[in-house]
């Protein structure tokens, strides 16, 4: 595997035929172009087993004694090719699981969790996928050790949280027509219920009235926000306001209050903050009317003040006050045409300095590394094929630094570095 900085100049690269197998090619093969000033390090890019488009769930990424390890769910809208495969540190194969052609689709396998989700005190991959099953992988050899049937498939990623009185975690998954599970740590179900939908991304779970007890926060596709008590049962609902279609969420703290926040963004481009103790509207703003995403919810700038940010499908990042939902910076990513996915960034410490820096992706498949106290582009990569979901942003090799992982519509991911 070769490691080389992307180069200083803009460079259009020559398209690649897809591969008999899972590897990685180098930068010059993988059909796209790069922006660079010195910051960013292309450190490889996976080749899947074929040109795939519309991939849209993020891959789940850990550093475990010394191993790393990057999890992707495959996608095939062409329902041929759907899997979850698991590559080392080099963007290299470890093992593959495949998904029946007959239940192959875009949506086949969620977003992946890597955890020790039974407690056995070894790690696994946990997602949802096509065949109306959560199942669980061992990380090392994609042994399965688990299988429950859902209602639907997932879209998010499965969460492990310790959310019962008993000792262990328990695992959590809501799937795309509403079924909402709480697994023990021995598989056994300890509740379900079902609602309308469950199609937002991402559920949570947090002490969101400060009770003391966790909840766990779920939102629908209708526009509805959803909070169950650790039991499965309902703390409260409510519909959001002018939000008829909603597809992220995300939680926070953001004032002096000790409820946790939630945030929902909609396709018609609607920001809406709500209280966790009593799902009051803190604020709601309108960014676009061609739609909203929202993920990254933290003190970006260090002022000690936290923020939202929020991409737009005009092109645009926001940065918001979490208290209040004033505009602290807008930023333009792209104006390129027929930008039909934004998706949100991701904040992360990539420098290794203490202070995060925001990741910020657009559909016209351009990464960028965002200043969050001034919304300045310092850093950017491209390749002329779509991002379609968030970049991970995570520590995969122990070095202090987080790193950048981003699929792409063809299923290719990439691994960057970044140093101020």
């Known amino acids: 595997m070769r490691l080389r900085t992307v180069m200083a100049a803009l460079v259009v690269f020559a398209g690649l035929a897809g591969a008999a197998a899972f590897g990685v090619v180098g930068p010059s093969d993988t059909g796209g172009n790069s922006v660079d000033n010195g910051t960013l390090t292309e450190l490889w890019v996976s080749d899947p ?48 699981q495949s998904i029946a052609s007959e239940a192959c689709t875009i949506h086949s396998v969620s977003d992946p969790t890597i955890a020790d989700f039974d407690g056995d ?21 994609g042994r399965e050790e688990f299988r429950h049937r859902l209602t639907s498939y997932g879209y998010s990623k499965p969460l492990i949280a310790d959310i019962l009185p008993a000792d262990g975690n328990e695992t959590i998954v809501a799937d795309l027509l509403g079924g ?10 300890a509740w379900r ?18 009770d003391n007890d966790p909840e766990i926060a779920i939102g629908q596709l209708s526009g509805k926000a959803t909070v169950l008590e650790r039991n499965g049962s309902v703390a409260w609902q409510r519909n959001l ?15 002096s209050d000790a409820a946790t926040e939630l945030v929902f963004a909609s396709f018609f481009g609607e920001v809406t903050m709500l209280d966790g103790e009593n799902s009051s509207v803190e604020w709601q703003r309108n960014v676009s009317a061609r739609g909203a995403t929202v993920k990254a919810f933290g003190d970006g700038d260090s002022d000690g003040d936290p923020e939202v940010y929020a991409a737009a499908r005009d092109g645009t990042l ?25 998706a949100p ?12 820096e925001l990741v910020a992706v657009t559909g016209t498949g351009l990464i960028a590394v965002v200043d969050p106290e001034t919304g300045e582009i310092v850093d950017s990569y491209k390749r002329d094929v779509p991002i379609n979901t968030f970049p991970r942003v995570a520590d995969f090799d122990n070095d202090g630094r987080e790193e950048i992982f981003v699929i792409y519509g063809d299923a290719r991911v990439v691994a960057l570095s970044y140093a101020a």
């Open 241 to 255: 306001p002018n939000a008829t279609t909603t597809k992220w969420m995300t939680t926070g703290q953001a004032d």
């Open 121 to 141: 005190g070894d790690h696994e991959v946990i997602a949802a996928t096509s065949t109306k099953d959560l199942v669980a992988y061992d990380l090392q050899t």
């Open 318 to 342: 926001r940065s918001f006050t979490a208290s209040n939902g004033s505009v602290e910076w807008k930023t333009t990513l792209t104006t390129e045409e027929g930008v039909y996915v934004m």
């Open 345 to 356: 960034p991701s904040m992360g410490d990539l420098d290794g300095n203490g202070d995060p």
């Open 180 to 189: 909402v599970f709480a697994f023990r740590q021995n598989g056994t179900l």
């Open 49 to 96: 087993p074929a040109m795939l488009e519309s991939n849209h769930h993020t891959p789940a990424v850990a550093a475990i004694d010394g191993e790393s390890f990057v999890a992707v769910p495959i996608n095939s809208r062409q329902g041929e090719t759907c899997l979850l495969t698991v590559l080392n540190g080099s963007g290299e194969q470890r093992w593959q």
């Open 193 to 210: 219920e079902k609602f309308a939908d469950a199609q937002v991304r991402q559920p949570a779970v947090a002490d969101f009235d400060a």
